[in-house]
């Protein structure tokens, strides 16, 4: 039966046992992750892709040949598509200019290609969400040799609106990051008995992984068994975890608007967006006089899915992912690249390059329990936001004052 005394006693239990296991980790320097503390944590490129396909390559210098990449086709289920000998690693490989209408085109995160014509395309998820009919395209591309992976961090189904017509299981397999890749990288681990930097480097990561889709590791299984004993109490708490969380960010999100409101009430029209519990949680900032389709945006409020969770402000494109000539314009550019809603986007900064990321646990427990920096947290976000509409108003009034130009109005 659950009750206030249950879950306290359990609260206490694991604090018994989590605590003295954090003073260790501490002592042996475990939680000391260079991804980490390069905030490299969720940058599905630059530190995720980037990282596994220096596994993969069998020129890399890890220098172990097509070791990683055998057990990794293992890992997969794809035993026997490549000719490993031969295969070829590429990353953000292109096969041609997107074209919704023929289904073809974009950036392949991670492919692979063996003499026989025979590839795998790897897209990778971490936070950002998925491009209309972007597995369709690939899928699409050499589809009579070609193995689709979508890779997220807990293998969950793509969005229809990425695959179309395309079948789980059939058309292209699903992988997770918190059972194959820790699985394969356990595996990578083991090869090197005499390569002891790599060996750290790769437990590092698997490290990394576990702390982001939230696996325990080998040394928790007296929490796991305190969690067997207790499950209705884990359960409640698990339940109200997300809550807690976004409640911080939520309080973030209403006290930037209510400021902003009052700051920048002559030119523009402060809109609360859609809430934290949403997929995408932002703030509206509105020309008052000017179109309709392009206007600035905040987002994300709850540390999902665009730019790898960090809160960032851009020109939103509000015109059903048509890319806008906007962004086409010298000196513009997309978010990730290729994202057709977000044009011109700027990371909000704390201090000394630290990012605003509403799904860091230490940031928000900093602004539960202390007002001075909920504080600073909001004048970062108002002040910043400031700066931008000064350097970025400009030029999109002009631009959207500029009939010709603006293709977003008359769509």
Same mark, same amino acid.
């Given at each position: 039966?659950?009750?206030?005394?249950?879950?306290?006693?359990?609260?206490?239990?694991?604090?018994?046992?989590?605590?003295?296991?954090?003073?260790?980790?501490?002592?042996?320097?475990?939680?000391?992750?260079?991804?980490?503390?390069?905030?490299?944590?969720?940058?599905?490129?630059?530190?995720?892709?980037?990282?596994?396909?220096?596994?993969?390559?069998?020129?890399?210098?890890?220098?172990?040949?097509?070791?990683?990449?055998?057990?990794?086709?293992?890992?997969?289920?794809?035993?026997?598509?490549?000719?490993?000998?031969?295969?070829?690693?590429?990353?953000?490989?292109?096969?041609?200019?997107?074209?919704?209408?023929?289904?073809?085109?974009?950036?392949?995160?991670?492919?692979?290609?063996?003499?026989?014509?025979?590839?795998?395309?790897?897209?990778?998820?971490?936070?950002?969400?998925?491009?209309?009919?972007?597995?369709?395209?690939?899928?699409?591309?050499?589809?009579?040799?070609?193995?689709?992976?979508?890779?997220?961090?807990?293998?969950?189904?793509?969005?229809?609106?990425?695959?179309?017509?395309?079948?789980?299981?059939?058309?292209?397999?699903?992988?997770?990051?918190?059972?194959?890749? !820790?699985?394969?990288?356990?595996?990578?681990?083991?090869?090197?008995?005499?390569?002891?930097?790599?060996?750290?480097?790769?437990?590092?990561?698997?490290?990394?992984?576990?702390?982001?889709?939230?696996?325990?590791?080998?040394?928790?299984?007296?929490?796991?068994?305190?969690?067997?004993?207790?499950?209705?109490?884990?359960?409640?708490?698990?339940?109200? !975890?997300?809550?807690?969380?976004?409640?911080?960010?939520?309080?973030?999100?209403?006290?930037?608007?209510?400021?902003?409101?009052?700051?920048?009430?002559?030119?523009?029209?402060?809109?609360?967006?859609?809430?934290?519990?949403?997929?995408?949680?932002?703030?509206?900032?509105?020309?008052?006089?000017?179109?309709?389709?392009?206007?600035?945006?905040?987002?994300?409020?709850?540390?999902?899915?665009?730019?790898?969770?960090?809160?960032?402000?851009?020109?939103?494109?509000?015109?059903?992912?048509?890319?806008?000539?906007?962004?086409?314009?010298?000196?513009?550019?997309?978010?990730?690249?290729?994202?057709?809603?977000?044009?011109?986007?700027?990371?909000?900064?704390?201090?000394?390059?630290?990012?605003?990321?509403?799904?860091?646990?230490?940031?928000?427990?900093?602004?539960?329990?202390?007002?001075?920096?909920?504080?600073?947290?909001?004048?970062?976000?108002?002040?910043?936001?400031?700066?931008?509409?000064?350097?970025?108003?400009?030029?999109?009034?002009?631009?959207?004052?500029?009939?010709?130009?603006?293709?977003?109005?008359?769509?």
């Amino acid at each position: 039966m659950l009750t206030e005394k249950a879950l306290n006693d359990v609260i206490k239990e694991v604090g018994s046992i989590f605590l003295p296991l954090l003073d260790s980790q501490k002592t042996t320097g475990e939680l000391f992750n260079i991804f980490s503390v390069l905030q490299m944590e969720r940058k599905e490129n630059r530190t995720h892709s980037a990282f596994i396909a220096a596994l993969l390559n069998p020129l890399s210098l890890h220098n172990k040949r097509t070791k990683f990449l055998e057990l990794f086709v293992q890992e997969a289920g794809i035993n026997g598509h490549l000719d490993i000998g031969s295969t070829k690693l590429f990353l953000e490989y292109s096969v041609g200019p997107i074209n919704i209408e023929e289904v073809t085109g974009g950036r392949i995160d991670i492919l692979l290609k063996d003499k026989n014509g025979h590839i795998v395309c790897i897209e990778n998820k971490i936070d950002a969400t998925d491009q209309p009919q972007q597995l369709q395209r690939y899928y699409n591309y050499n589809t009579s040799k070609n193995r689709v992976i979508y890779l997220n961090l807990l293998g969950t189904l793509p969005d229809p609106v990425s695959t179309g017509q395309l079948q789980s299981g059939k058309d292209f397999t699903i992988l997770s990051y918190k059972e194959h890749i !820790i699985k394969w990288l356990v595996r990578c681990i083991a090869e090197c008995t005499e390569q002891e930097v790599l060996k750290a480097s790769l437990k590092q990561y698997k490290q990394l992984l576990q702390k982001i889709t939230f696996t325990m590791s080998e040394h928790m299984q007296p929490l796991i068994d305190i969690i067997k004993k207790n499950l209705e109490v884990a359960d409640f708490i698990s339940k109200n !975890i997300s809550k807690a969380k976004d409640d911080i960010a939520e309080k973030i999100r209403i006290a930037v608007v209510e400021r902003l409101t009052d700051q920048l009430v002559s030119e523009f029209k402060v809109e609360k967006g859609q809430a934290i519990y949403n997929d995408f949680a932002q703030i509206w900032v509105r020309p008052k006089k000017q179109g309709k389709n392009l206007y600035f945006g905040i987002e994300s409020f709850n540390g999902k899915n665009n730019n790898n969770g960090n809160l960032f402000i851009g020109v939103f494109n509000d015109n059903k992912g048509i890319i806008s000539t906007y962004s086409q314009i010298d000196g513009n550019s997309l978010l990730d690249g290729d994202n057709p809603y977000w044009i011109n986007t700027k990371d909000f900064i704390i201090s000394e390059n630290e990012k605003v990321n509403f799904s860091n646990n230490e940031l928000l427990s900093n602004i539960f329990i202390d007002k001075d920096y909920e504080d600073r947290i909001v004048n970062a976000i108002v002040e910043q936001t400031r700066v931008y509409l000064d350097q970025e108003y400009p030029a999109l009034k002009k631009f959207i004052e500029t009939s010709d130009n603006f293709d977003a109005k008359t769509n």
